[in-house]
């Protein structure tokens, strides 16, 4: 079965430190891969998505994520945190195909953002 | 902007009081979604439309049932909410089959409180 596992439940980092979330998956081949973030309140908004290619995906907000398909894995990065990036985000994979998709989400990890 | 709307954002009801949950999409998305996310989980299928089509989660419980009466609007029915119905529910919404994969679109949610 497909399954996503982000370790950390939460990350503190200092504004202005770099940051990655760490994700792994279980699928049987590579899926999609895809990182939300979700502000208190607020809906899931897209932040970047891995279909192929360069494994090394750009973002918005200054975040990117990094595929490596021997150790399963699609961390997310930052090199300078700022304080509006607190916020739980959520890693999730689909399956390659261009009809319907079912995300497969993984726990999330929250982050706070100390002065 | 094209965006999905869900109306109400906040929701209370009373326990066995029959509720339905709004969204409307400006994207003229072909599959629209409905997720049930609980507190400090990661939002869970309930079910989908593809195009008019409707598709239930095998663990969806028969309380919850959906309407699409034309692309732009999806209801999420809820017969008679118990406690455990309490919950943040998002709309999303993604266009399938056109060749290449587009991500999902989320809504703003609507949080459901259960007296």
């Known amino acids: 079965a497909q399954s996503v596992t982000q370790p950390d439940i939460h990350i503190t980092v200092s504004e202005g430190a770099s940051l990655e979330l760490r994700c792994n998956y279980s699928?049987?081949?590579?899926?999609?891969l895809f990182w939300y973030v979700q502000s208190p309140g607020q809906g899931l908004q897209l932040l970047l998505k891995?279909?192929?290619?360069?494994?090394l995906v750009q973002g918005i907000k200054g975040f990117e994520a990094e595929f490596k398909r021997s150790q399963s894995s699609f961390n997310l990065r930052k090199p300078s945190v700022h304080w509006s990036d607190a916020a739980e985000y959520f890693c999730a994979v689909a399956p390659q195909n261009t009809g319907f998709q079912k995300l497969v989400f993984g726990t999330g990890t929250r982050l706070l953002v100390s002065p | 902007d094209a965006m999905v709307i869900q109306n109400p954002r906040y929701q209370v009801t009373q326990f066995g009081k029959p509720v339905t949950l709004s969204c409307s999409q400006t994207?003229?998305?072909?599959?629209m979604y409905w997720y049930q996310q609980k507190s400090s989980q990661a939002p869970k299928l309930l079910f989908h439309?593809?195009?008019?089509?409707?598709?239930n989660e095998a663990d969806t419980p028969d309380n919850f049932q959906s309407r699409r009466p034309n692309t732009s609007f999806c209801f999420l029915d809820i017969r008679s909410p118990g406690l455990g119905d309490a919950a943040m529910y998002l709309c999303a919404t993604s266009r399938a089959g056109m060749g290449s994969y587009q991500p999902q679109h989320f809504g703003d949610g609507t949080r459901l409180s259960i007296l």
């Open positions: 994207l003229n998305h072909n599959v």
């Open positions: 439309y593809y195009d008019k089509d409707f598709n």
């Open positions: 699928y049987g081949a590579t899926p999609y």
């Open positions: 891995y279909f192929s290619g360069d494994t």
